[in-house]
């Protein structure tokens, strides 16, 4: 199975500031990888699919980058409807395995 | 409009059963991959299981042999039968499209509300 992982665990940010998230996977996915915002109690949201396409609707503030095994979620002005867990999950093979989470709250 | 709505989620006693279902609207689940993620209390996103267009099915390691997955086309209707539970399988449960954006880069891109389910005596 593909392991996923993600860093950091957990980040303060700011209205405004530029947000960086990064995930890694335990062997090469190609640009399999897709992002996922989640708040709580709700179903996550897709963000981003195949690396760095950003899904219909999402702002363009969202970024994604990589290849291979490692990859970048960037948020390039946080706003305060931005504060969420996100996650990477990769769609190269079963199990379509997700990365821990990294929660982003306000500092 | 499209949209997954879960149901049958509750209380079942560890060994016991439960049957979720995810009625869909604004789309056809035969034609498309059906999935079912869960999220234990406090936990991240675990993959469940896939139902392929085709009919094909996949499991989590966690649940294969007492989960399975299936589909009601008259109904337009996705289950998650689950058997001989545990209390680890504690979570709420989603339902969840894998769309193929293109050259087989998919995605969850349309997810229910979530049900949840608690094993406990």
New interface residues.
Partial sequence: ?IQMTQSPFSLSASVGDRVTITCRASQSIT??L?W?Q?KAGK????LI??AS?L?TGVPSRFSGSGSGTDFTLTISSLQSEDFATY?C?Q?YS????????TKVDIK | EVQLVESGGGLVQPGGSLRLSCAASGFTVSSNYMNWVRQAPGKGLEWVSILYSGGNTYYADSVKGRFTISRDNSKNTVYLQMNSVRAEDTAVYYCARKQDFYRNHDAFDIWGQGTMVTVSS
């Fill in positions: 199975d640009q399999y897709n996922y989640q179903a996550p949201k897709l699919y195949a396409t899904h996650y999950q769609s079963t199990p379509f395995t997700f990365g821990p989470g």
